[in-house]
């Protein structure tokens, strides 16, 4: 009986000093002084479907003010004029597969010749459900995609998965192809776009000052958190080593342009295990500028992170289920 009962004590024990650790560490870091750590811990929190584990201590505005304040540069404009189109280059689409010594996270790169056209593709059931990135490359007949800008569901009570509208407006081609109820087209959104020349496009806009710019596709993006207009503007990277962790680690989607008008697809693996947690921003940006971007911004990540290229899907989505429905796509046409 004696020995029975100090198991018993010793078990209790453990299991306090368990409970007393979790608890005590969630307050060292959601309360405590050390500002970066919050802010990387919830950042990255927050890009995933367990948000409650941030919501379950802090308020909205908590959260916001810890994720909405970061030191990017922001203090330029993309200039495309500066993006000289070479269409003497050769077709062919180059691949890359990065493995950085941190171990935190794969990549997979695509070099693509400006010769190529870049499109946006969009769910063929609008409205209802949304697609997988690899189904629209197939059904456009595309070299490569890469998934694309934010989206909503059907129902707004889920949570991903449906992405039954693009957010915010979609162009292609020129032409409004969806534009959310109840916004203006004078109003601006952040925005990834490509004009007629094939030149990429990063910033706030709105429906008038593309159409104006004679933009020929657009998606919207904005990430809680990140203030900059793009990644890297004219040459120079906007995001510092101060707001290096700002929006945490996760799976991440970038789209780029080299000055030679060769476009970038660049998406990273994580959320694997707890030594593939992710990318922060500042990893897509060095990753870019290694490949000499020009200018470069992000997509949605997370989940949606998805490459496609000759036929096959070429990293590994985190989803539970592999790809995840999305809502639009950029393709290279073929």
């Known amino acids: 009986m004696a020995k029975k009962r100090k198991f018993k004590i010793i078990i209790l024990f453990i299991v306090f000093e368990i409970v007393f650790t979790v608890i005590t560490s969630i307050i060292y870091v959601y309360k405590g002084p050390f500002n970066n750590l919050k802010k990387v811990v919830v950042a990255t929190i927050m890009g995933t479907q367990h948000q409650y584990f941030a919501t379950a201590f802090l308020s909205q505005n908590d959260i916001k003010s810890i994720m909405g304040n970061n030191s990017s540069k922001n203090v330029e404009k993309i200039d495309v004029s500066k993006v000289k189109i070479n269409t003497k280059k050769n077709n062919e689409i180059i691949r890359y597969d990065i493995h950085p010594d941190s171990g935190r996270y794969d990549g997979y790169l695509l070099e693509i010749p400006p010769t190529y056209k870049v499109k946006v593709a969009w ?18 007949n595309a070299i490569a995609a890469i998934n694309g800008g934010a989206f909503r569901d059907k129902n707004k009570d889920s949570y991903g998965g449906a992405a039954a509208f693009p957010g915010r407006f979609v ?64 040459g120079k990277g906007q995001i510092d080593d101060a707001s290096a962790g700002d929006c945490g680690f996760q799976p991440r989607t970038a789209i780029g342009q080299k000055q030679d008008g060769t476009i970038l697809f660049l998406v990273m693996d994580g959320r694997k295990n707890l030594t593939k947690s992710g990318a922060t921003l500042k990893d897509v940006q060095d990753e870019l500028l290694k490949h000499d971007a020009f200018n470069a911004t992000i997509l949605d990540g997370g989940f949606s992170s998805t490459l496609y290229y000759d036929g096959t899907v070429i990293n590994n989505p985190h989803g539970w289920n592999g790809e995840r429905y999305v809502a639009t796509a950029f393709y290279v046409a073929n």
């Open 123 to 140: 769910t063929n059931k609008l409205g209802v459900v949304g697609q997988r990135t690899s189904e629209m490359a197939k059904e456009h």
């Open 171 to 234: 162009i292609s081609n020129g032409n409004v192809i969806y534009k959310d109820k109840n916004i203006s087209d004078s109003t601006p959104f952040k925005v990834v776009a490509f004009n007629k020349s094939n030149r990429l496009f990063a910033g706030n806009f709105s429906i008038n000052d593309l159409q104006k710019m004679d933009v020929s596709e657009a998606v919207c993006f904005d990430l809680l958190g990140f203030n900059a207009p793009a990644l890297i503007i004219n």
